[in-house]
């Protein structure tokens, strides 16, 4: 069974850190490109940031530039994103997604409708 579960969220004071891990089952993790996306109620998902296949390429919504951290473990099957200095803004439930590549080399990308599978996502809530 494909299956992307998301774990490591909570309830951190502004400027804390946390980590959040993907873990991926039933498919070979290597040939997919992973995105981050959040939501807040009320709004749409927004992506949060992206990596390729081998973690060469990496993208982060300027919100989050020079805070947050993607890296991913192909023979662990599993992606991690480090969330540093967190803001109330970053509040949201927090999904991981895969997204199917040919091409090794291709850069990532956080065109939602293009992703294949997604998690359960994972809550985050940053608050004094």
């Known amino acids: 069974q494909l299956q992307l579960v998301e774990s490591g969220g909570g309830s951190v004071l502004p400027g804390g850190s946390l980590r959040l891990s993907c873990a991926a089952s039933g498919f070979n993790l290597d040939y997919y490109r992973i995105g981050w996306f959040r939501q807040v109620p009320g709004k749409e998902r927004e992506g949060v940031s992206c990596i390729s296949r081998r973690g060469g390429s990496t993208t982060y919504v300027d919100s989050v530039k020079g805070r947050f951290t993607i890296s991913r473990d192909n023979a662990k099957q599993m992606v991690y994103l480090q969330m540093d200095s967190l803001r109330p803004e970053d509040t949201g439930v927090y999904y991981c997604?895969?997204?199917?590549?040919?091409?090794?080399?291709?850069?990532?990308?956080?065109?939602?409708?293009?992703?294949?599978?997604w998690g359960q996502g994972t809550q985050v809530t940053v608050s004094s």
């Open positions: 997604a895969a997204d199917f590549s040919a091409v090794l080399q291709a850069t990532c990308h956080m065109t939602q409708p293009n992703y294949d599978y």
